[in-house]
Structures are given as structure tokens and as C-alpha cells.
């Protein structure tokens, strides 16, 4: 490149930093803004701390008693002192999800009493199978 400001020049004359500096910056403001008014991003983000904040959850929950207390650097009462942890956001498919598991059981109760009345055909093998034997 016979440019005189392009890579090829080592002294970095013609080059302003400065404004190269400023003008990232004004990208990067700009693709946030965009970000923080996209419905779809936040739903996404939402969805993803609530997930992290889950199996953090569940990570501690599956530590020790031991372990957990020396962890927060606190006696076994005063970590039972500390305030419940915010519930997570709600999402529009666990009332679908609940929903379905109440149909589920209702529907499993009704094959269970069929094959207690003996018209389920083979239930036998069917509770059978479902107690693992």
C-alpha cells in the first residue's frame, strides 16, 4: 500500500487516534441503544439470567450443609436468618407447562382406574413397566 496513512505506515502519522476512538465509541453506543430497546434481546438476556440464576441455585442447593456455611463465612443460624431469594421472572410457557403436567396426572388417574376396572386390557404390564419391574 502506497497510501500514506494506511497499515503500511510505521510511524502511525496521518492517523488520529482520537477520532478513531471517538468514532468506536459512538458505534458501540449505538449498537447498545439498539440492543436495549430490541423486545426480543431483553426476553433473551431475561431468559438467560434466569437460567444462570437457576443453576446457581440448584449448584448451591446441591453443596453441602458444611461446605455452604463456610462458603457464606457464617454460623448454620445465621444463614437460616437470610431473607428468601427473589423469585425468578415469570415466563409465559410455565403456565402451559403446569397446565400439561395437571392434564398428564389427571389422565394417568383416569388409565390407572380403567385398568383398576380391568378394561385397560394390560395394565398389568403397564404398572409394572412404570414401577421399573
Known sequence: MDDATGPGREDGAGVD????????ITICRSELAALATDR???????????????????????MPRGVRERANGRAG??????????????DARDAEIDWLGGR??????????????????????????????
Open 104 to 133: 398428564l396426572a389427571e389422565l394417568e388417574r383416569r388409565l390407572d382406574e380403567l385398568e383398576r376396572l380391568g378394561r385397560g386390557g394390560c395394565g398389568a404390564g403397564r404398572k409394572a413397566a412404570r414401577r421399573g419391574g
Open 40 to 62: 426480543e434481546a431483553q426476553e433473551t438476556w431475561r431468559t438467560l439470567l434466569t437460567l444462570w440464576a437457576g443453576a446457581a441455585k440448584a449448584m448451591l442447593a446441591a
Open 77 to 90: 443460624a445465621a444463614a437460616a436468618a437470610r431473607p428468601a431469594a427473589a423469585a425468578a421472572a415469570p
Open 17 to 24: 487516534l482520537e477520532q478513531l476512538a471517538h468514532d468506536w
